[in-house]
């Protein structure tokens, strides 16, 4: 259900829009009408509405100074004004759309269309932010313990960082090799698990590899070079990151 608020100092025009509203949408829910600007700002951190739709010119506080005023990342405006000197201004504020009244059905529809697939991708991005903060949690806890949350199609796998031998990119996915002969496709590109596996030694040779550096069975030398796991795979070694992988064995030595 979209809860809505209008906001309009003319009754009869505030009254024929919630009519035209409840015809054209099941799904739009008018949790009140308000008749200024100042009552409506009370009213909306109790509504928490999804839409307003405001009038523009109002007595004492007009619609353009009202929307100025709000939070707008949660609430979407639809400006409904006789009067179309305004539309450049409703554009800076990033409005939803900016109908003229009297609101016809074809405006009033396309604008509701407009709405549902804004409030659908907000509900996405909210989504995966809720997704990607549970994600992190799982991650700093399971470091801990040495091991990672993969990201996978049908859910979140909890690998042994010990297990993991080399991880392989495939565009917006990634494999991961592991002891044993298993793999696992993780929904995550390759630089996010470099990422996360930077702080386990794993080393990045070539833009397409990652390589857990406790598995390293031998180096072939060459312009850039191949590097032989211990499960028999070979990964090329980058010209641009050779001095970068001697200087970890140098280290070591």
Do not use: C
Not at 174 to 193: D, F, Q, R
């Amino acid at each position: 259900m979209i809860k809505a608020l209008i906001i309009d100092d003319e009754k009869a025009s505030a009254e024929l829009l919630s009519i035209k509203l409840k015809k054209a949408a099941a799904d739009i829910f008018i949790t009140g009408i308000f008749h200024s600007g100042k009552s409506a700002l009370e009213a909306m951190e109790a509504e928490e509405p999804d839409v307003i739709f405001l009038d523009i010119d109002m007595p004492g506080m007009d619609g353009i100074t009202m929307a100025k005023k709000m939070d707008t990342e949660n609430t979407e405006i639809i400006f409904t004004t006789a009067y179309n000197q305004y539309a450049i201004e409703a554009v800076r504020l990033q409005a939803l759309d900016y109908l003229l009244k009297p609101v016809g059905e074809k405006e009033l529809n396309a604008a509701l269309i407009r709405l549902r697939e804004k409030l659908i991708e907000k509900e996405k991005v909210k989504a995966n932010h809720s997704l990607e903060n549970l994600f992190a949690k799982m991650q700093a806890l399971d470091m801990h313990y040495n091991k990672i949350a993969i990201a996978t199609m049908e859910g979140i796998l909890f690998v042994p960082v010990k297990e993991i031998i080399r991880v392989e990119s495939l565009n917006n996915y990634s494999k991961l090799y592991l002891i044993g002969g298993k793999n696992i496709v993780a929904s995550k590109t390759l630089k996010h698990l470099e990422e996360m596996l930077t702080p386990y030694r794993f080393f990045r040779p070539h833009k397409s590899h990652l390589i857990n550096l406790e598995y390293i069975s031998k180096y072939i030398r060459g312009e850039g070079g191949v590097i032989v796991m211990v499960d028999g795979s070979e990964v090329d070694l980058s010209r641009q990151r050779k001095q970068d992988f001697m200087k970890v064995f140098e280290s070591q030595s």
